[in-house]
């Protein structure tokens, strides 16, 4: 397992200085050989120019939040963070790593829910690259390999999990917004261990039913919610009732018996519980007629 090891390299600028001034006095000393005659010289001369002009090529720029992985015959010598002109040599290769934190949103993955059901569903992925070597060394393509194991990390995910929660406590894709990213991204964070990235944060970006199920599973979410409305009615309606009740035998303002109190509860029931207004009907006669 290849490690990150970072290198210094020498001033870009410095040995800018020395080049030239090299470069320069081998150009005076070129002439002055020619104007001697000396062949020997010359060609000797002439090869130290060559060498010193190859040096130029040791010149390497390095942006802020950038890195350059140096290799020499294929063996990893470092890398080199700091921002700069710097001189290493000229033999070397050098392969620049972005340090910047990058995002990418994956497709809209269609796949089944824990409990079967297709859905659609697409993340964003916020990361960066915090080892170099292993990003270079460890995988082929470090960005290929971040999109390709995100998106697998999203597809085990929404098979893990339902799309809507059926039991008070369970957790959700659509509910538990929260928890579910910060699975994915201790998931995505761990298969992207080996290429040296560091996951930053995980969201899920789009979840909807399939097209084929979109509509029976709306009107399932509608009754859902019409019982779970009928059920807050009806407790409200129950806890009146018994407070009138409560009240008027208190108060004595009227004396009913099991039977008329049947019939008032189930009239107060029918007019706070129903979805209409209710039709009053005056009753002419006594209470008993």
């Known amino acids: 397992m290849l490690r990150e090891k970072e290198i210094k390299g020498i001033s870009g600028w410095l040995m800018l200085l020395?080049?030239?001034?090299?470069?320069a006095g081998?150009?005076?000393?070129?002439?002055s050989a020619i104007r001697e005659g000396d062949a020997a010289r010359i060609v000797l001369l002439l090869v130290i120019e060559v060498v010193l002009f190859t040096c130029f090529f040791g010149l390497t720029v390095v942006n802020?939040?950038?890195a350059r992985v140096i290799?020499?015959?294929g063996r990893y010598?470092?890398?080199?963070?700091e921002q700069g002109l710097w001189w290493v040599n000229p033999l070397t290769s050098r392969r620049k790593v972005s340090l910047r934190v990058r995002n990418f949103e994956s497709s809209k993955l269609k796949v089944n829910d824990h409990d079967g059901n297709p859905i659609e569903i697409a993340a964003v992925v916020v990361w960066r690259v915090v080892e170099?070597?292993?990003?270079i060394f460890h995988v082929d393509d470090y960005e290929h390999f971040v999109h390709v194991q995100s998106e697998a990390a999203v597809r085990n995910l929404a098979t893990s999990y339902p799309y809507d929660a059926h039991v008070d406590g369970q957790m959700s894709l659509r509910m538990s917004a929260g928890e579910i990213a910060h699975k994915l991204r201790d998931e995505i964070q761990e298969r992207l261990a080996q290429a040296g990235v560091e996951v930053i944060e995980a969201r899920i970006s789009h979840l909807a039913y399939a097209q084929e199920i979109a509509s029976a599973m709306l009107r399932r979410q509608q009754a859902s919610a019409v019982i779970a409305a009928r059920q807050k009615i009806?407790?409200?309606?129950v806890s009146m009732v018994e407070?009138?009740?409560e009240q008027l035998n208190a108060r004595q303002v009227v004396k009913l018996d099991e039977e008329r109190k049947a019939a008032m509860v189930s009239n107060l029931l029918v007019v706070l519980c129903s979805d209409r207004d209710a039709q009053p009907v005056v009753n002419t006669g006594t209470l008993y007629q």
């Open 18 to 23: 020395v080049l030239l001034v090299l470069l």
């Open 64 to 66: 802020p939040n950038e």
């Open 234 to 237: 009806v407790e409200g309606a």
């Open 71 to 73: 290799q020499l015959f």
């Open 243 to 245: 407070m009138a009740l």
């Open 132 to 135: 170099t070597a292993e990003a």
């Open 26 to 31: 081998g150009i005076y000393l070129v002439i």
């Open 77 to 81: 010598k470092g890398s080199l963070k």
